[in-house]
């Protein structure tokens, strides 16, 4: 058997290939991954779609086979209304389309690699389980990435469970109710939806991810021990014959370079610089999430009333109606004007090194994953606006167990609530905003002190595969 500190360079080079789910959240942790295993002596094999494909040039020590699909490179808008069962259809319609040249291809590879390299597994994203299948069938042992935290991946395991017990699909009245079987969840923080054919589509996603991490030879979750420890171990339990690796936090382990999707304005760092320190707050709520024209109304008054500095990342896209290829989504008549030299409004921001700016005292986030566990690992106290997915369990965690943010009421933005919430957050004298931030401080350092041990022993198991 093989020890930690193994590397793969030993009598032979191994190969690891990597698939990433072709979305900005999925393809950061996945470049990560890849950075660490290459930092460990493992060849590289990045198997990409067009549709977002990486930008080959960035990373010279790799190679990348792409797999060309006849699916739309287009992501939701408004001519399908419901954002959520888009994604997932297209997502779907990916894993389809992908099937037949990804088997093509990598049957190809494997040809070659049979005098060069040995190739050790296929690592890929669990919302691709008809390519870990393919791998599997073509004798290719596969290990399934994760891009959410622990709780969400036992929630979606008990999630048949949880709609057989009635929680689900969710109803209006039932929304604060906990779930008692998995607690700090309520009702309201489960994926659901009020159209029983984006609630099918949602269980029929949630079930194959729960799929290929169960029929792979492990699961590699972005979290650590620190942030999720029951979890992890109840997880442990519940997989079973599954190893887990918690690799997290990706981000600060990891060399990798930025694979950003959109363009970062580095500009707004130079701002930041002209700013007092943990004065400013920070928006964006990631690369997929949608808003209404009337919420993004109320957000621009809530952040112009609360009278602070902020750094607002308004995507292209963004607001739902708006035609996504225009520059930015306009903002309302006399924000400019109330705001002038208070902040500032870009496309796209570097965001670990936004959080990671010492002017930067609060973050107004969708709870994406990884927005959620850069904040963690900055120390920046989140307001929390979620919307979908695993976003609203991910807010729960912020706002009830770590303590270091607040959840805003789901539905509709409202002005008032987001400036009553901005003071609460961004007051550094007074509570809660105090408390909070001492919290996610503390919250910091335990994630700076996570060690590569976890990566070891993931090596360890990918060199006795
Ligand atoms: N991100 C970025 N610039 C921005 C907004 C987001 O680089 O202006 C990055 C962010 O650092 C994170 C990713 O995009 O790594 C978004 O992932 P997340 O899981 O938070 O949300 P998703 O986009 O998948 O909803």
Redesign the pocket.
């Known amino acids: 058997g093989s020890s930690a500190g193994d590397t793969a360079t030993g009598d032979r080079r191994r190969r690891v290939l990597l698939f990433p789910l072709p979305?900005?959240?999925?393809i950061?942790?996945m470049f990560q991954l890849a950075g660490l295993l290459h930092s460990r002596g493992f060849a590289v094999t990045v198997f990409h779609t067009h549709f977002n494909a990486p930008d080959a040039s960035l990373h010279p020590a790799y190679d990348f086979v792409p797999v060309p699909v006849p699916v739309p490179n287009c992501m939701p808008d408004e001519a399908n209304p419901d954002a959520v069962q888009a994604t997932l259809d297209h997502i779907l319609a990916m894993n389809r389309a992908c099937e037949a040249p990804f088997r093509e291809r990598l049957a190809a590879l494997l040809e070659q690699q049979r005098t060069r390299d040995g190739v050790a597994c296929l690592i890929a994203d669990t919302q691709l389980l008809s390519l870990l299948d393919v791998a599997r069938e073509l004798g290719v042992p596969t290990l399934a990435l994760r891009?959410g935290s622990a709780a969400c991946f036992r929630m979606f395991a008990a999630f048949p469970a949880l709609c057989d017990k009635g929680y689900l699909p969710a109803q209006e009245s039932q929304l604060d109710a906990p779930v008692g079987e998995l607690p700090p969840y309520r009702v309201r923080d489960l994926p659901s939806s009020s159209s029983s054919a984006c609630f099918a589509v949602i269980s029929e996603a949630i079930s194959r991810i729960v799929t290929a991490a169960a029929t792979s030879s492990g699961l590699i979750l972005n979290t650590f021990d620190a942030l999720e420890p029951a979890e992890l171990a109840l997880l442990r339990q519940e997989l079973a014959t599954v190893p887990v690796f918690d690799i997290g936090p990706l981000?600060k382990l990891s060399p990798a370079a930025?694979n950003?999707?959109?363009q970062?304005d580095r500009g707004c760092l130079d701002w930041l610089d002209t700013q007092a320190p943990a004065s400013v707050l920070y928006i964006?709520?990631?690369?997929?999430?949608s808003m209404s024209a009337t919420d993004l109304v109320e957000t621009a008054w809530g952040i112009a009333n609360s009278g602070r500095p902020f750094l607002w990342?308004l995507?292209p896209g963004l607001v739902r109606g708006a035609p996504p290829e225009s520059r930015q989504p306009p903002l309302p008549d006399g924000f400019h004007a109330a705001t002038r030299g208070r902040g500032t409004v870009?496309?796209?921001?570097?965001?670990?090194e936004?959080?990671a700016h010492p002017a930067v005292g609060g973050f107004w986030?969708?709870?994406?994953?990884?927005?959620?566990?850069?904040a963690v690992c900055a120390g920046v106290p989140m307001m929390c606006r979620p919307s979908f997915?695993d976003?609203m369990g991910n807010a729960r965690y912020v706002d009830h167990v770590w303590r270091i943010g607040l959840a805003l009421d789901g539905g509709e933005v409202e002005r008032g609530e987001v400036e009553a919430a901005v003071a609460a957050l961004m007051d550094g004298g007074g509570e809660p905003g105090a408390g909070m931030r001492r919290r996610a401080l503390e919250l910091k350092s335990r994630a700076a002190e996570t060690s590569c041990l976890n990566v070891d022993k993931l090596v360890s198991h990918i060199l006795a595969l």
């Open positions: 979305y900005q959240g999925h950061n942790p891009t981000h930025s950003s999707v959109l970062q964006s709520f990631g690369s997929i999430a990342v995507r870009v496309r796209w921001a570097p965001q670990e936004v959080l986030t969708h709870c994406g994953w990884n927005s959620t566990l850069e997915g976003q």
